[in-house]
Structures are given as structure tokens and as C-alpha cells.
């Protein structure tokens, strides 16, 4: 059974890729209503370290969010993934801050920069659906570090960021994959509840 899940879910994340390349281009422009669509989370506003992500591949661009978060009063973070470990941490990311392309050419900020434990994580995904489960790129740096902090009893509100049309009826997931609190679209705002998008 589980060599069977394992399949659909790759499957699941081909058919995802290929469909995110589609919407990358036929919203282009989707990002701009990011920033907008963040201050409608009223915990965003109560969050005091907040970690994005710079984008890569046909993931939404992250750009004019990232300078919003940069300039205001919150603390700003990025993730890093760290050599033998299949979690991430995230570095503070200031003027001074020196970004690196990492292993799988993601910039992220380098030794200097402070380890930080954010209260408040914006995530990348290839698809999401309704149950807050999310389809990353199959390495599951987040969904290990969603469930260490978690193990720690570290409270954090973690969103998913994405084009609405990443949306599917059911992510194909198993007792690793984490569950995410919002998911953050150019259209929409969803707060995940056990059985339903409210």
C-alpha cells in the first residue's frame, strides 16, 4: 500500500509541476496581490519573526513581498538547509546579510546571519488542497521542521503561499506530511479547519 501512495504522490507531483509552469504564465501578475492579501491574516499582524522563502522555478514570485516584510517592523528570516540534516533553519536577512546558492541553488544567507526561530512561516508548495496538506518538491525539509518545532511545543502559524489554480480536490499524503494553518492565494484567503475551507 505504501509503495503504491508513493507512486501517486509522484505522480501528483509531475502533474503539479507541469500545471504551476502553465499558471506561472497565465498570472504573471498574480504576485502583486500578495502583500494585500497577507494583512487580511489578523495573526501576521501579532507575529514578531516572520520567515518567507526567495522563489525559484514557477513558484509565485516572492519578490514584492519579501521587500514589504524587509521594510517593516517585523523581524525578517529565510530558511536554510543545513548539511545532514532533514530539517531547516532559518537565518535573520538584513542589509548586511550574504546570501549563498545552497546545494540545490536556493539562495539563503549564509553562516554570518542569526539563527532565528520564527513565529510566523510563509511555504512554498506545488499543489494544496482544501485539508491544508500541501505537495512540496519531495524532500520534506518543511514537514520535518513543521514537526520538530511542533515537538518542541513552539508555537508558529504556518501559510502556504501559491496560485489559486494550484489548488486540487486531495493531495495524495501519509503521517509525515504536516497540516498547514492558511493558504494564501492571489484570489483568496483560506483558513484550514479539520474537514473544511472556511
Same mark, same amino acid.
Given at each position: 500500500?505504501?509503495?503504491? *501512495?508513493?507512486?501517486? /504522490? #509522484? &505522480?501528483?507531483?509531475?502533474?503539479?509541476?507541469?500545471?504551476? !509552469?502553465?499558471?506561472?504564465? %497565465?498570472?504573471?501578475?498574480?504576485?502583486?496581490?500578495?502583500?494585500?492579501?497577507?494583512?487580511?491574516?489578523?495573526?501576521?499582524?501579532?507575529?514578531?519573526?516572520?520567515?518567507?522563502f526567495i522563489s525559484i522555478k514557477t513558484e509565485i514570485s516572492m519578490d514584492d513581498l519579501n521587500q514589504y516584510l524587509y521594510k517593516s517592523k517585523k523581524i525578517f528570516c529565510l530558511p536554510v538547509m543545513r548539511k545532514n540534516f532533514n530539517y531547516?533553519?532559518?537565518?535573520?536577512?538584513?542589509? *548586511?546579510?550574504?546570501? /549563498? #546558492? &545552497?546545494?540545490?541553488?536556493?539562495?539563503?544567507?549564509?553562516? !554570518?546571519?542569526?539563527?532565528? %526561530?520564527?513565529?510566523?512561516?510563509?511555504?512554498?508548495?506545488?499543489?494544496?488542497?482544501?485539508?491544508?496538506?500541501?505537495?512540496?518538491?519531495?524532500?520534506?525539509?518543511?514537514?520535518?521542521?513543521?514537526?520538530?518545532?511542533?515537538?518542541?511545543?513552539?508555537?508558529?502559524?504556518?501559510?502556504?503561499?501559491?496560485?489559486?489554480?494550484?489548488?486540487?480536490?486531495?493531495?495524495?499524503?501519509?503521517?509525515?506530511?504536516?497540516?498547514?494553518?492558511?493558504?494564501?492565494?492571489?484570489?483568496?484567503?483560506? /483558513?484550514?479547519?479539520?474537514?473544511?475551507?472556511?
Amino acid at each position: 500500500m505504501t509503495n503504491i *501512495n508513493n507512486l501517486k /504522490k #509522484k &505522480n501528483q507531483r509531475l502533474t503539479s509541476s507541469i500545471k504551476r !509552469k502553465y499558471l506561472k504564465i %497565465k498570472n504573471n501578475t498574480a504576485y502583486k496581490k500578495l502583500t494585500k492579501q497577507l494583512l487580511k491574516i489578523s495573526k501576521f499582524k501579532k507575529a514578531k519573526i516572520v520567515a518567507s522563502f526567495i522563489s525559484i522555478k514557477t513558484e509565485i514570485s516572492m519578490d514584492d513581498l519579501n521587500q514589504y516584510l524587509y521594510k517593516s517592523k517585523k523581524i525578517f528570516c529565510l530558511p536554510v538547509m543545513r548539511k545532514n540534516f532533514n530539517y531547516l533553519i532559518f537565518r535573520k536577512f538584513d542589509k *548586511n546579510t550574504i546570501l /549563498k #546558492k &545552497n546545494k540545490f541553488g536556493i539562495l539563503e544567507p549564509s553562516e !554570518k546571519s542569526d539563527e532565528l %526561530k520564527p513565529d510566523f512561516i510563509l511555504t512554498p508548495c506545488l499543489a494544496f488542497d482544501q485539508y491544508g496538506y500541501r505537495i512540496g518538491y519531495g524532500g520534506g525539509y518543511y514537514d520535518q521542521t513543521f514537526f520538530r518545532f511542533k515537538k518542541l511545543n513552539y508555537p508558529f502559524v504556518s501559510v502556504i503561499v501559491a496560485y489559486e489554480g494550484q489548488k486540487v480536490n486531495k493531495v495524495i499524503h501519509n503521517s509525515y506530511d504536516q497540516k498547514i494553518d492558511y493558504v494564501m492565494t492571489e484570489k483568496k484567503i483560506y /483558513k484550514i479547519k479539520w474537514k473544511s475551507f472556511l
